[in-house]
T-cell receptor, first 108, second 117 residues
């Protein structure tokens, strides 16, 4: 079956580093996406991994291990504006399968 | 701004009403999607249109009826909805590459917050 698991909620302090994990089991795999969604707003694209390894984009990095069915999103130098939900999604052939999202709260 | 707009942003309707949600994408994409987002649940794919043809209907009740008149516009017609249909309805678009089986990045609109009384 299709399954995407990520923690429901996380908290962290401004300036800290946080890692949001995602594990997946899907029948097909064409890549893994991370999206950020602020309350009441559209999900916005953060990163895409299709090969194993780390992709770095400013304060955000995303890692993928296809053999382990595992990814993480790493957020450095946290800012208050990073408080949002982070959605992990796997591209299974021609459609995206989403996890429930991880709600991150950043405290001063 | 993601290049995908949705109207209305908020909608309250009774179970006997008929209403429509509208989505427009300004990205030149050839695929459009409707998703349902309920609290504490994953985004649920409802419908997919590639090149204006419906390619996915994810076991959605017939009280939801999509329409895609061209590659830039997508509608979701609603009638005789139930209270459990209250959710955020998100539209997305992407550029599909026929025959490759791959999905490009999907860009989402801000959604329509629907409340069914």
């Amino acid at each position: 079956g299709q399954n995407i698991d990520q923690p429901t909620e996380m908290t962290a302090t401004e300036g800290a580093i946080v890692q949001i994990n995602c594990t997946y089991q899907t029948s097909g795999f064409n890549g893994l996406f991370w999206y950020q969604q602020h309350a009441g707003e559209a999900p916005t694209f953060l990163s895409y991994n299709v090969l194993d390894g780390l992709e770095e984009k400013g304060r955000f990095s995303s890692f993928l291990s296809r053999s382990k069915g595992y990814s993480y999103l790493l957020l450095k130098e946290l800012q208050m504006k990073d408080s949002a939900s982070y959605l992990c999604a796997v591209s299974d052939t021609d459609k995206l399968i989403f996890g429930t999202g991880t709600r991150l709260q950043v405290f001063p | 701004e993601t290049g995908v707009t949705q109207t209305p942003r908020h909608l309250v309707m009774g179970m006997t009403n008929k209403k429509s949600l509208k989505c427009e994408q300004h990205l030149g994409h050839n695929a459009m999607y409707w998703y349902k987002q309920s609290a504490k649940k994953p985004l649920e794919l409802m419908f997919v249109y590639n090149f204006k043809e419906q390619t996915e209907n994810n076991s959605v009740p017939s009280r939801f009826s999509p329409e895609c008149p061209n590659s830039s516009h997508l509608f979701l017609h609603l009638h005789t909805l139930q209270p459990e249909d209250s959710a955020l309805y998100l539209c997305a678009s992407s550029q599909e590459h026929p025959g490759t089986g791959s999905t490009d990045t999907q860009y989402f609109g801000p959604g329509t917050r629907l409340t069914v009384l």
